[in-house]
């Protein structure tokens, strides 16, 4: 059993930053695909940006250039900064990756983007 837990959400104007958090409560090097996703309402989940193969990472074409995700191995931790925020990123983030061919998901953290 895994726990993702995410942190870090909240209200900021349009144009503003916040860091989201998650923290895993296994090595995040026993996870595969690491990736932050999002939900708008009446809006399917979709992919923010991830980690993929070889240390790689891709980013959904909506944030690339404001958004980068990065991770503190010691702290188990992955990270999602996000700069440039537009009212359009407003959802429900979560955090997700597999372990043991199961994929876990976070509670997910509201941020709000006022114009």
């Known amino acids: 059993q895994v726990q993702l837990v995410e942190s870090g959400g909240g209200l900021v104007q349009a144009g503003g930053s916040l860091r989201l958090s998650c923290a895993a409560s296994?090595?995040?090097?026993?996870?595969?695909?690491m990736a932050w996703y999002r939900q708008a309402p009446g809006k399917e989940r979709e992919l923010v940006a991830g980690?993929?193969?070889?240390?790689?990472?891709n980013y959904a074409d909506s944030v690339k250039g404001r958004f980068t995700i990065f991770r503190e191995n010691a702290k188990n931790t992955v990270y999602l900064q996000m700069n440039s925020l537009k009212p359009e990123d407003t959802a429900v983030y979560y955090c997700?990756?597999?372990?043991?061919?199961?994929?876990?998901w976070g509670q997910g953290t509201q941020v709000t983007v006022s114009s």
């Open positions: 980690f993929i193969w070889g240390g790689n990472t």
């Open positions: 997700s990756g597999t372990y043991e061919s199961t994929r876990y």
């Open positions: 296994v090595s995040i090097f026993s996870i595969n695909g």
